[in-house]
């Protein structure tokens, strides 16, 4: 790397958003000593870079611009799902004369204004300003992460941290592993998360997800560990729930959560939520976070497709437990010539029968083991006679 790239690297940098070129250029002769500059000639083109260029501290837009104006652009920035983006310092350029120009882009979250024709001294003491704020917030939530990654409790909601899920998720797994024992791992993310940005204060979405967070604690066993993992996310790790159980609990969850506003303060307001699940009776996955990425991988997904859903919708085809048919019933079925309500209960009827034919094979000495090998292979394996040993009564 060059010096003139090195020295490049270690300035504050700003993008410049306007469809003239003219005006790009006078505020990039100001600026350029001080700052490295990255230009976008629309909006549009404009909010792509802020995405993808996470090193962007300042922001300078016109307001009249194709595509995407910049009142806009203020308005997606101030209403997006990441502080980083969110928070960043917005000014508006505009001529000197136009109050309310200035004032629609005050009410939609500018930081302030840069007037033309520009005053050099201002407009360098303002970015400056801005870009020292904004590395501060930055470095700020840094630490602020930091210390939500050794907390084991969520401060907002009172549910445990996503540290904490990760460290006990390793003991389920493990426990689950050795067992042979399902484990299920649940997302479930807010729904359009910016609209409610936009229409609602702080205080209000806290209420909302604390709230939140009291539902989902209802919804879950004593053995079942609820998170918060992000801001507007939650997840819960269910040992011994499998596929087909936990697709339940969570569409039961999202019903549950639509089924009526929820109450901040005055304010009711519909939710909906949308879900991700992956598990340990469907999924290979040799550790928790693999689980659990690959859940908020699925809520992704659910988001992308309109949101209130479940992904993957695969689990719906899990077959639930067959319902139990005892063999009394059975025989008093077939006393009354119904036989025929017996042959979607057969496999059922067969897994009850094996034990006792086992122990009757063996206390009796009947010899009839390849016999009952041969019944259990047709029937798909059913009960080995190594675990019917287990059970077997003296």
């Avoid at 519909?270 to 598990?279: D, E, F, P, Y």
Wanted: aromatic share 4%; with cysteine; net charge negative.
């Amino acid at each position: 790397m060059t010096d003139q790239q090195l020295l490049s690297a270690s300035k504050p940098r700003v993008l410049i958003i306007d469809d003239s070129r003219v005006v790009r250029v006078s505020l990039k002769k100001v600026l350029n000593n001080e700052f490295e500059i990255v230009e976008a000639e629309d909006g549009e083109a404009g909010w792509e870079m802020l995405l993808a260029d996470a090193k962007i501290q300042v922001v300078l837009t016109d307001a009249g611009m194709p595509r995407l104006d910049g009142y806009e652009l203020i308005a997606r920035i101030r209403a997006y799902d990441d502080v980083r983006i969110s928070d960043i310092p917005v000014n508006m350029v505009t001529a000197a004369d136009d109050t309310a120009a200035r004032q629609r882009a005050l009410d939609l979250g500018a930081t302030d204004f840069i007037t033309k024709p520009f005053d050099r001294a201002q407009l360098l003491a303002r970015v400056r300003a801005q870009a020292r704020l904004d590395q501060t917030t930055r470095d700020l939530a840094q630490t602020t992460v930091a210390l939500q990654e050794q907390a084991t409790d969520d401060a907002l909601t009172g549910v445990h941290s996503r540290h904490y899920l990760l460290k006990r998720g390793e003991q389920d797994l493990a426990f689950a592993s050795r067992h042979k024992q399902d484990l299920s791992v649940l997302v479930i993310s807010l729904d359009d998360v910016v609209q409610l940005k936009a229409k609602h204060d702080t205080t209000t979405l806290n209420l909302l997800l604390t709230e939140m967070a009291g539902c989902l604690q209802t919804a879950i066993r004593k053995e079942d560990t609820l998170a918060r993992i992000a801001d507007t996310r939650f997840a819960i790790i269910a040992p011994t729930l499998s596929a087909a159980e936990a697709y339940k609990v969570c569409n039961r969850i999202r019903q549950q959560i639509a089924s009526e506003p929820f109450k901040a303060g005055k304010i009711h307001i519909a939710l909906t939520v949308s879900l991700g699940l992956s598990s340990r009776e469907i999924n290979n996955l040799e550790s928790i976070e693999a689980f659990l990425a690959l859940a908020e991988k699925y809520v992704t997904s659910a988001h992308a497709e309109g949101g209130n859903r479940l992904i993957p919708g695969e689990y719906s085809g899990v077959q639930t437990p067959k319902k139990l048919v005892s063999i009394d019933a059975a025989l008093r079925i077939l006393s009354k010539g119904d036989s025929e309500k017996l042959i979607p209960h057969i496999d059922i009827m067969l897994e009850q029968l094996m034990p006792l034919l086992d122990f009757c094979n063996r206390k009796q000495q009947w010899g009839a083991e390849l016999e009952l090998a041969t019944i259990r292979q047709k029937a798909g394996s059913l009960s080995d006679p190594s675990e019917c040993s287990k059970r077997e009564l003296s």
